[in-house]
């Protein structure tokens, strides 16, 4: 067998936000690539669709929701451990700045942010997280690069989220774990086709990108994989951007 410094097979991998989007092609590509997955989502009907789609053996379900503290304690005691962490769970919404009050900052921060850290934090604390392990964090670029009317507590959460990651990559690299984000554009998810903009809107939209389209949750499922594997083990404390080039216009 030739050699492939992108495999992750003999690794172990914990996805949340894995029924949908990015989080299920991540578990799935992860899965190709020879890894066991651990997946975790709310929905358990859409959680067992992926479950059903994962190549190899051995995968799992931890079902719940993140922002319930004992769905974080029932995660981290399921989990004896992992090689890889990829925490996708998140939501938007997009309200203007004049709207965006306490009760809508309290909601979209405790998924895409608190809850997010919290799990991180008690892997790390409980020593689940292998040594050599690898922690990839959805982040965005709204919050980052770009700041979209309406989109400020989203892009909050990101910013934060990417800042936190930074301190955790210089914490956790004496156990030798990375810590990384991905910054994805938009991506062709049913996130983005709930109303907010009609199709028209969104296909006009895409053109912007150098690359002449939205992004597929499958363009940041293979920038995963590289993130997890030991393609990446002297990469930490990074933005990977997977933006179609939308940065730099």
Not at 129 to 137: P, R, W, Y
Not at 161 to 180: Q, W
Request: net charge neutral.
């Amino acid at each position: 067998m030739s050699y492939n410094p992108f495999s992750l097979a003999g690794k172990t991998v914990f996805v949340t936000g894995a029924s949908s989007g990015i989080g299920k092609a991540i578990a799935i590509a992860a899965s190709r690539m020879g890894a066991v997955i651990i997946l975790n989502a709310r929905n358990e009907e859409r959680l067992r669709e992926t479950l059903g789609e994962l190549d190899g053996e051995g995968h799992r379900m931890i079902l719940g929701d993140v922002t319930d503290a004992s769905v974080v304690q029932q995660i981290v005691s399921e989990i004896d451990s992992v090689d890889g962490v990829v925490l996708c769970a998140g939501k938007a919404i997009n309200l203007p700045v004049q709207f965006c009050d306490k009760e809508h900052m309290d909601m979209l921060f405790n998924l895409n942010f608190f809850s997010t850290v919290e799990i991180l934090r008690m892997l790390y604390k409980k020593k689940r997280i292998n040594k050599g392990g690898s922690v990839v964090l959805i982040d965005s670029v709204g919050g980052v690069t770009r700041f979209a009317p309406g989109g400020a507590i989203y892009g909050a959460t990101k910013a934060a989220l990417g800042s936190y990651a930074k301190f955790c990559a210089r914490e956790f690299a004496p156990r030798k774990i990375r810590v990384n984000c991905i910054c994805p554009g938009m991506i062709d998810t049913p996130l983005i086709h709930r109303g907010t903009l009609t199709e028209e809107q969104l296909a006009e939209d895409a053109k912007r990108y150098p690359c002449g389209r939205y992004g597929k949750a499958e363009d940041v499922a293979n920038g995963a994989v590289y993130l997890l594997s030991d393609a990446s083990e002297w990469v930490t404390g990074t933005d990977l951007f997977i933006d179609g080039g939308i940065s730099i216009i």
